[in-house]
């Protein structure tokens, strides 16, 4: 069974963090560091774009949800695997003035005794602002290694030249910024950026392998360790999807493809029973997929420390 276990030991928490804001889990010789990047208040209605709004009502009611507004959780994580050291997405930086809860990133790797010089690769499982946007913060370019080596999927990185919405719902003032933000960190980082068409192994265990539908080169990390396995799910898995995985998001550029992909993964986690985080799941985001009748279950896993 996976157990907890610190990747790093980290410095006191800053008097002003009065949750905790990272989680370790030990996945055989892996250590993993789950990171809250903070929370983005969105319309519920971009949860459930193909619903009906009495649907999408009921299930915000019976989740005990408020009716207008969801706040997605905004999860990144931190792996040890050997002698490197890998950022799985780096959340929303400053990118959007709409969400002033998130964007931490850098503060609470500080905060868990992370140097960004210690960061020997970066894997980006999609360019949407609140995954490459914390790479954009004053400072932090600069504080990574020069030859930071950064993963992602060849498909994205094209798409991203050229972005297509038209089969998103997102609210209007969304797609200016992912737009430019995409083309922000490409331009920024575009020495560092290595591509990947199908999958790639970064590190021993840790493979990041492209699913498309969210965006077309999205992509999971599975990580492999001593027959455990985690696999950080990205933007494959939305809290509705468990009940409703045929929902689509607003945010979701290939709906029919990124339901078909919820499905699979779904399906995958829970016949191996193996551990799941994912970057919108509530905070620390590490649980397991079982069955239920036509549906999914989220099981967390007990809070351990």
């Keep these: 069974m996976s157990s907890v276990a610190p990747i790093a030991r ?16 030990k996945i055989g010789d892996i250590d993993v560091l789950v990171i809250s990047d903070g ?23 019976y989740m005990y949800m408020p009716p207008d507004t969801f706040d997605w959780p905004l999860n990144v994580m931190v792996v040890r695997s050997g002698e490197q050291t890998i950022l799985i997405d780096a959340g929303l930086g400053i990118q959007f003035p709409g969400f002033p809860r998130t964007g931490h990133l850098p503060q609470r790797l500080a905060s868990a005794g992370i140097d960004l010089a210690s960061i020997t690769d970066v894997v980006i499982t999609h360019m949407h602002m609140d995954h490459v946007g914390g790479l954009l913060v004053e400072g932090v370019k600069e504080g990574l290694r020069p ?23 997102m609210p209007p003032a969304v797609p200016p910024v992912l ?12 020495d560092r950026i290595q591509t990947f068409d199908e999958s790639y192994e970064v590190a021993p265990g840790v493979v990041v392998r492209r699913t498309g539908g ?9 990580l492999t360790s001593r027959g455990e396995k985690l696999t950080f799910a990205g933007d494959a898995v939305f809290p509705v999807g468990f009940d409703h995985p045929e929902w689509s998001n607003g945010f979701e550029h290939d709906p029919e493809e990124a339901a078909r992909v919820r499905v699979n993964l779904f399906r995958e986690m829970a016949e191996s029973g193996s551990l799941m985080v994912a970057t919108h799941l509530p905070f620390p985001s590490v649980g397991r997929v079982a069955v239920s009748g036509d549906k999914f279950r989220w099981v967390p896993v007990i ?3």
């Design 10 to 25: 980290p410095a006191a928490q800053p008097p002003q963090e009065l949750v905790p804001s990272r989680y370790a889990v």
């Design 39 to 61: 929370v983005m208040p969105i319309p519920a209605v971009t949860m459930a774009a193909n619903a009906a709004p009495t649907d999408l009502s009921d299930w915000l009611g």
């Design 147 to 169: 030859d930071v080596r950064i993963h992602v999927n060849a498909a994205e990185v094209a798409f991203w030249e050229a972005p297509d919405f038209t089969h998103t719902a």
């Design 179 to 190: 737009r430019s933000t995409a083309q922000s960190f490409a331009n920024e980082y575009r």
């Design 214 to 222: 969210h965006t077309p080169g999205h992509s999971v990390v599975a």
């Design 303 to 305: 809070w351990d420390f």
